[in-house]
């Protein structure tokens, strides 16, 4: 059986009412002690008092001067005695012998304890043993007219009559110890109770462990976390988090807000609305976040944001990559099903003998493809940009829009890795097809590639709508896109590569009534 772990409020309540008790009894003890010191010091000054009274008294001095002291300093002393509340009150000669005692038998009987300094002329007081018992005790001597000592007096108290004094008094200090603990043990408790709710119950060691794991789980997982409070200040960052916000690893972000934090635009207004995201595609810098935000709560109680990112800027490229493939891939499929029935067809009127027009029909149709292929391959020495293009070609055609290849396109070698390029280019060309989309006939999409002036340059213009000056940035930024059924990435890759490789973009109206996408990025000799 596991054994049951104290949580950190238990302890710290254990600990509290152990060192609060302690202090309680340590300052009861403490004041018994005090209350007995000034006990025996308030004897001490009165069996002081009342000895120097009867050393003093004339009939004391006379009495001693008699043949028989003990009969009139037997009565005397008993009385005052009486009258004081005092245990003894003894008259005794210098030689220690006793005229009076609370008991007749111990007159004429020596005196027992100190009486040295009483002999040499002076007043003390002492805690003795006698014959009554330990008592606190005063001698003080008695002088004659010539200031000789003729005898001395001893008055004393039992400790143990101060003692029981001293116990009719614990009432009143226990009186005031216990509501004393019971104030400190209330404080305690409910201090305990409040740690417990912010704690859940947790032990240290379970802490500790938690605090362990969950430190090595965000340092090490593979998607970054940023954490903010209800004010929106961030609480926690991981190093995945930094590196894909180009965050340094050293910037003092915790507990800042997010507005004094240098974020890219579409991570910043995100944070900055607290709003929930699904798998959201946002950009920052050159990489394309995936995105997932939602408010935290904890027993109904809201305690912040949590916003997940995952890097899927190579996937992105990679699947628009293979859009293009897809693209092509359903191009040729379309092609051969149509070859196949212009095939049967020119089949058919071979079979009908009718020869001529089946010559006809199939040098028309190789004639037109051929012309399309021979302009592209001619044009462009890239294989997998002309492939591309021809790709988009029949695509275009099977949508009813005529793809145009400028006559001037060249491009015999290209400044751009492979990728890059057919990011830019498939992008381009896929947004125009999307914008003529729907419009009326004719519709038509021009695409020029090839370097001018030391620079390559990629111009798509379409027939379409066009696309308003103020939309331009917003494109290019943050994933707009022509769909009507939402948010794209397509203008948004491409102006990541434009980005990477130095260069520039720019959104005009053709000579068609629609949008004229011009990208230019420098040669190899240009770029940094």
């Not at 404080?187 to 090595?216: I, K």
């Not at 903010?228 to 930094?242: K, P």
């Not at 910043?268 to 976040?289: K, Q, Y």
Request: net charge neutral.
């Amino acid at each position: 059986m596991a054994r049951r772990q104290w949580s950190i409020a238990g302890q710290l309540f254990a600990l509290q009412a152990m060192v609060v008790t302690l202090l309680v009894l340590a300052g009861a003890a403490g004041a018994v002690w005090l209350a007995r010191s000034d006990s025996r010091q308030a004897a001490e000054e009165e069996v002081l008092a009342v000895a120097q009274t009867v050393a003093n008294s004339p009939d004391v001095r006379a009495a001693l001067t008699t043949a028989d002291p003990a009969s009139t300093l037997q009565p005397y002393a008993e009385s005052t005695r009486k009258a004081t509340g005092t245990d003894f009150v003894v008259v005794m000669a210098p030689d220690r012998t006793r005229f009076s005692h609370p008991t007749r038998e111990r007159i004429g009987e020596p005196f027992v304890g100190e009486i040295g300094p009483a002999l040499a002329g002076h007043s003390f007081t002492t805690t003795n043993v006698g014959t009554l018992g330990e008592s606190v005790r005063a001698v003080v001597p008695i002088h004659d007219e010539r200031q000789r000592i003729v005898g001395l007096v001893s008055v004393g108290i039992r400790t143990r009559a101060i003692d029981r004094k001293l116990l009719g008094q614990l009432p009143v200090l226990l009186g005031v110890a216990a509501p004393a603990l019971a104030l400190a043990a209330t404080g305690s408790w409910l201090l305990s109770r409040r740690l417990r709710r912010q704690t859940h119950g947790l032990g240290p060691a379970q802490m500790t462990r938690m605090y362990e794991y969950y430190d090595a789980v965000l340092h090490s997982v593979r998607e970054g976390l940023v954490v903010l409070t209800v004010d929106r200040r961030v609480a926690l960052v991981n190093d995945e988090g930094r590196r894909l916000l180009a965050l340094d690893a050293d910037a003092p972000v915790i507990d800042q807000p997010v507005a004094g934090i240098d974020l890219p635009p579409a991570v910043a207004e995100l944070l900055g609305s607290g709003r929930d995201a699904r798998d959201e595609p946002i950009l920052a810098g050159d990489r394309v976040l995936v995105a997932n935000q939602r408010t935290t709560r904890f027993e109904g109680t809201v305690l912040g944001t949590v916003l997940t990112l995952r890097d899927q800027t190579e996937l992105r490229t990679l699947a628009s990559e293979l859009d293009s493939v897809r693209a092509l891939t359903e191009a040729l499929q379309a092609q051969t099903h149509e070859s196949a029935n212009r095939l049967h067809t020119v089949l058919t009127l071979v079979e009908l003998g009718r020869a001529d027009e089946a010559v006809r029909l199939g040098t028309r149709d190789l004639a037109l493809a051929q012309q399309l292929t021979d302009r592209v391959v001619g044009a462009v020495t890239e294989p997998a940009l002309a492939a591309l293009l021809l790709g988009k070609s029949a695509q275009a055609g099977e949508r009813g829009v005529d793809l145009l290849i400028d006559p001037d396109c060249r491009l015999d070698d290209s400044p751009l890795p492979t990728g890059d390029l057919l990011t830019v280019v498939g992008n381009l060309v896929d947004n125009a097809l999307e914008a003529v989309a729907g419009t009326p006939t004719p519709r038509r999409v021009r695409v020029f590639v090839g370097a001018v002036d030391d620079e390559l340059v990629v111009r798509v213009a379409d027939s379409g709508p066009g696309l308003a000056p103020e939309r331009v940035a917003d494109a290019f930024r943050r994933g707009w896109s022509t769909k009507s059924t939402g948010r794209g990435l397509g203008l948004a890759l491409v102006g990541q590569v434009v980005r990477r490789h130095a260069g520039s973009y720019e959104v005009a109206r053709s000579d068609d009534g629609g949008s004229l996408f011009t990208v230019r990025l420098p040669g190899r000799g240009e770029r940094s």
